[in-house]
T-cell receptor, first 114, second 115 residues
Framework: AQSVTQPDIHITVSEGASLELRCNYS??????LFWYVQSPGQGLQLLLK??????LVQGIKGFEAEFKRSQSSFNLRKPSVHWSDAAEYFC????????????FGKGTKLSVIP | DTAVSQTPKYLVTQMGNDKSIKCEQN?????MYWYKQDSKKFLKIMFS???????INETVPNRFSPKSPDKAHLNLHINSLELGDSAVYFC??????????????FGPGTRLTVL
């Protein structure tokens, strides 16, 4: 079964600083990978996804993520964090095309210092 | 014009009661899901329906029964509520996986508190 690990439970950065949130997955074949963001009291919103092709994917709100097969990683990055980015971030994996099951990591809470 | 809506947003009830949470999507999707988010924010899929047919039923107690009257609705009925059922329940919808766009759209969640 696939699994997702987000090693950092809580990260605090200063506004304007760069950000990297780590995500490692466990799955034999090429997975479908996602990053979702959850603002306080809200549902989840998709930031970006990787299915195939270019391993560097661009998402909304200035986020990007890079798929590294050799490291089984799909880390999320942003060059300059804004206070409004404070939220919970979830990495998720699906077993490729035709899979109904999305497995989530336990999330990383991002706090932003003004 | 909310894409995925859930009612109610908050639900407080006593142990042993039966309650329902409703979900509706206006995106024309064939696939709908229920997720449970526990107090530690861990999200886990409970059910997945495609075209009103049950696809995934994770290890969820029989007290939980999803019902899909049509493709736009997936309701969750819970019998004999227990303290451990307290959580935030999210509904989601998507195109059928493999159709080219596997993005799941999530509702705002229903916070269930069992006293």
């Amino acid at each position: 079964a696939q699994s997702v690990t987000q090693p950092d439970i809580h990260i605090t950065v200063s506004e304007g600083a760069s950000l990297e949130l780590r995500c490692n997955y466990s799955y034999g074949a090429t997975p479908y990978l996602f990053w979702y963001v959850q603002s306080p009291g809200q549902g989840l919103q998709l930031l970006l996804k990787y299915f195939s092709g270019d391993t560097l994917v661009q998402g909304i709100k200035g986020f990007e993520a890079e798929f590294k097969r050799s490291q089984s990683s799909f880390n999320l990055r942003k060059p300059s964090v804004h206070w409004s980015d404070a939220a919970e971030y979830f990495c998720a994996v699906a077993r490729g095309a035709g899979s109904y099951q999305l497995t989530f990591g336990k999330g990383t809470k991002l706090s932003v210092i003004p | 014009d909310t894409a995925v809506s859930q009612t109610p947003k908050y639900l407080v009830t006593q142990m042993g009661n039966d309650k329902s949470i409703k979900c509706e999507q206006n995106l024309g999707h064939d696939t709908m899901y229920w997720y449970k988010q526990d107090s530690k924010k861990f999200l886990k899929i409970m059910f997945s329906y495609n075209n009103k047919e049950l696809i995934i039923n994770e290890t969820v107690p029989n007290r939980f029964s999803p019902k899909s009257p049509d493709k736009a609705h997936l309701n969750l009925h819970i019998n004999s509520l227990e303290l451990g059922d307290s959580a935030v329940y999210f509904c989601a919808s998507s195109q059928p996986p493999g159709a080219g766009n596997d993005e799941q759209f999530f509702g705002p969640g229903t916070r269930l508190t069992v006293l």
